[in-house]
């Protein structure tokens, strides 16, 4: 099965239906779903879904939704080598490098699928946007 760190725009996608952006990530949470796709968070990206979710809905249904959602992924887990690591990386965002490094360094995770491809261009990991990731997975089941 594969495994993939789910940026927080895919999450972000599902969860306000940014259209045309909705159906590639509901596609993926399905495939979470279904066991064809192990996917993985950062507790940076449920804080950050958190945060932006509570700007339009109660703590209660933003823990409802950050819940749910947990019962389809895991949570990849950022320790001080990552950190140190990612601080002192060629990527430009220190945050999508922290995504980056926790998922290199897991060993566990074989791909990103995030929109913002070009954010992780350093990464010595796959990295798809969620339409890609759904071309991908259709044309190999043909």
């Not at 927080?8 to 909705?22: E, K, T, W, Y």
């Not at 819940?67 to 001080?80: G, S, Y």
Request: aromatic share 10%; hydrophobic share 40%; glycine share 2%.
């Amino acid at each position: 099965m594969k495994s993939a760190l789910l940026d927080s725009d895919v999450i972000l996608d599902f969860f306000f239906d940014r259209q045309p952006h909705a159906q590639y990530a509901a596609f993926i949470l399905t495939q979470c779903e279904l066991g064809r796709l192990q996917g993985y968070v950062t507790a940076v990206i449920l804080s950050n879904v958190y945060y932006l979710l509570r700007k339009t809905s109660s703590h209660q249904r933003v823990v409802k939704k950050l819940n749910q959602l947990l019962t389809l992924i895991d949570v990849q887990v950022i320790d001080k080598p990552t950190a140190i690591k990612a601080l002192n990386s060629r990527f430009k965002d220190f945050e999508d490098a922290l995504q980056n490094y926790a998922s290199e360094q897991s060993g566990q995770i074989d791909l990103i699928i995030t929109r913002n491809t070009r954010d992780y261009r350093a990464s010595s990991l796959s990295v798809l946007t969620p339409e890609e990731f759904v071309n991908f997975e259709a044309n190999i089941g043909r």
